[in-house]
């Protein structure tokens, strides 16, 4: 029997199943590239490289037979809880254990929340590179963990603070001098709190905010009543305007990006509203030490 072009309907059929079964493709792939004496399993005479299924189902805690069919596009789709043992079997790394779950369940895994401890030297030379927008790397709980010479200089200086204080949250809602720079802060702190509540739950760090948020709440009645209110916003992108101590009123177009490779990181970059007002952050820069980022 063959098909339209003369081609065995047998063959064809096969090239079709490898070209539809990516699963089965991808965890063949990894699997082959993997050593198995650094495994612990004996190299001996093997007809393939890599590891056997058999190695991959035994170090997933799942049967071999299910394995197989996994490789081979059969038994259906598998669970989440199946995808994170073979991944943690093959030895993923986090953008192969999504690109895993996209191709088996066509949706990324769980967010395994991670603690950030900086950001790279590249991406501060990038927030460097900005002379006169204010720009900052926050947490998905909203720790400024680095910044830019104009953002120390227009919205806070945040080597002068202990790396604990360094939180948008606690400046929000505990520093009279933040309060006062905002030109509407009842607005201001309901999209504030929105925000944040919205990038703690998309990172999975919601447990991470639970001291923090019990923390505020005690501090201020204000922020108790908004974290009720349960609402949710996209910080996205607007215009903020600022009551300067030195510069006076100034309006900054605000934009937040994320990191791409890490979901716990958000930069957010604040670019003068007119020509005015980077004149006005050029020349209070310069005339600024510059600042520290201990």
Not at 19 to 25: C, D, E, I, K
Not at 48 to 68: D, F, K, M
Not at 88 to 100: C, I, P, Y
Not at 173 to 178: Q, T
Request: glycine share 8%; proline share 6%; hydrophobic share 40%.
């Amino acid at each position: 029997m063959t098909n339209r072009i003369g081609m065995p309907q047998e063959r064809d059929n096969r090239h079709h199943d490898r070209t539809n079964n990516l699963l089965g493709t991808y965890l063949k792939d990894r699997r082959i590239r993997l050593d198995p004496a650094a495994f612990g399993f004996p190299v001996g005479r093997r007809r393939t490289p890599g590891l056997r299924r058999e190695e991959v189902a035994q170090r997933s805690n799942i049967s071999a037979t299910w394995y197989t069919w996994l490789e081979q596009g059969r038994g259906g789709a598998p669970s989440a809880d199946v995808l994170n043992r073979i991944a943690g079997a093959l030895m993923l790394t986090d953008v192969e254990r999504e690109h895993l779950f996209l191709l088996g369940l066509g949706r990324p895994p769980e967010v395994r929340y991670k603690a950030t401890e900086g950001v790279t030297p590249r991406l501060q030379r990038l927030l460097d590179a900005l002379e006169v927008s204010p720009a900052l790397i926050r947490t998905a709980t909203w720790d400024v963990v680095a910044w830019n010479r104009a953002a120390a200089a227009v919205l806070t200086d945040y080597g002068a603070l202990p790396p604990g204080q360094r939180n948008i949250l606690r400046l929000i809602f505990g520093s009279p001098r933040v309060r006062d720079a905002q030109y509407d802060w009842e607005t201001v702190a309901r999209f504030v709190v929105g925000s944040f509540r919205a990038d703690a739950a998309r990172a999975g760090a919601v447990s991470e905010v639970a001291e923090l948020v019990d923390e505020l709440c005690k501090l201020s009645p204000e922020f108790a009543s908004l974290w009720r209110d349960n609402d949710v916003n996209v910080h996205g992108e607007g215009v903020k305007r600022l009551r300067h101590p030195l510069l006076g009123p100034i309006a900054l177009e605000y934009s937040a990006f994320a990191v791409d490779g890490r979901p716990d990181l958000s930069m957010v970059v604040y670019n003068p509203a007119t020509s005015g007002d980077a004149e006005l952050i050029r020349s209070l820069v310069v005339s600024q030490p510059v600042p520290s980022k201990d």
